[in-house]
């Protein structure tokens, strides 16, 4: 009985206790999300690629365009599209609010919408003015690229630390 109560506490221990360890791509060894790179090549061996690149947070901003309503008219329709975090918060034609609009050449723009499907349908705005807050510095994003005969495998390092896989 004693026994059973032990290991039924180690087990709830267990349950409890937050895990983040992975296997080593195409091997046994296991490494953590907050392993540096040192500590993965050391467990995990040499990559077989690497990419290295940096990636900044999107900052508030405002895209300003000027859109003809037709091509033999002269006047134009400013429209002003709102983003934060890369996603569209807010637009608005002429002043009116709006959530959803075709007025990029028939191309439907909505409030959700990322910033590059934005540039899609509506091309470079005409000017974008960026928001007035503390610029943090890029993070350094370095993947790792393992191949084995179960096929390639990507580990994600943000500032030297392993965050996650792909």
Known sequence: MQLKKILISALLMALATPSFAIFCPGGFNQINIGDTLEQVK??????????????????PQEWNYYLQMSPTDQATLKTTIAFNHGKVTNMSV????????????????????????????????????????????????????????????TLIFENGVLTGTK
């Open 42 to 59: 050391q467990q995990c061996g040499a990559p077989t690629t690497q990419k290295e690149s940096e990636s900044k947070d999107k900052l």
């Open 94 to 153: 002429n002043g009116i609010g709006v959530s959803s609009t075709a007025i990029c050449n028939g191309n439907n723009v909505s409030v959700g919408d990322t910033d590059e499907s934005v540039t899609r349908a509506c091309g470079k705005p005409a000017f974008i003015q960026q928001g007035n807050i503390n610029v943090p510095p890029p993070t350094k994003v370095m993947e790792f690229n393992y191949t084995s005969d179960a096929g390639t495998s």
